[in-house]
C-alpha cells in the first residue's frame, strides 16, 4: 500500500483545510486510515479515523471541528479541517491499517497562524 498525503500549508487562525490521503496498491487490504500529527517536540497523536465499515472517530481537541469522509472511487481519504487554532499546528499524516502492518504516508505541514 502506498499512501500520498497532501493539502497541508499556511492558514489564519479561525481558517480552513482540506487534507487528502490517496492510497494505491492493496488497497482492499486497508480496514482503516487515520490521520495524526506531530507537533514539535511533541509526540505524534491520533486525530481522526475512519474504518472500512465507514465508522469515525475523532481526537476530543478536534471534535466538531474536524470531519474525516473518504471517496471509494478515488480511494482518498480527506480531513476537513474547520475553526483552525494555532495548537492545530503540526506535521499531519496518514496511515493505513492493514494486517499485520501499518502503512504511513509523508507528512504534510499544516500552520496556523496570523
Known amino acids: 500500500v502506498q499512501l500520498q498525503a497532501s493539502g497541508g500549508g499556511l492558514v489564519q487562525p479561525g481558517g480552513s483545510l482540506r487534507l487528502s490521503c490517496a492510497a494505491s496498491?492493496?488497497?482492499?487490504?486497508?480496514?482503516?486510515v487515520g490521520w495524526y500529527r506531530q507537533a514539535p517536540g511533541k509526540q505524534r497523536e491520533l486525530v481522526a479515523v475512519?474504518?472500512?465499515?465507514?465508522?469515525?472517530n475523532y481526537a476530543d481537541s478536534v471534535k466538531g471541528r474536524f470531519t474525516i469522509s473518504r471517496d471509494n472511487v478515488k480511494n482518498t481519504v480527506y480531513l476537513q479541517m474547520n475553526s483552525l487554532k494555532p495548537e492545530d499546528t503540526a506535521v499531519y499524516y496518514c496511515?493505513?491499517?492493514?494486517?499485520?502492518?501499518?502503512?504511513w504516508g509523508q507528512g504534510t505541514q499544516v500552520t496556523v497562524s496570523s
Open positions: 496511515n493505513a491499517v492493514t494486517v499485520p502492518v501499518d502503512y
Open positions: 475512519i474504518t472500512s465499515g465507514g465508522s469515525t
Open positions: 496498491g492493496r488497497i482492499f487490504s486497508i480496514n482503516a
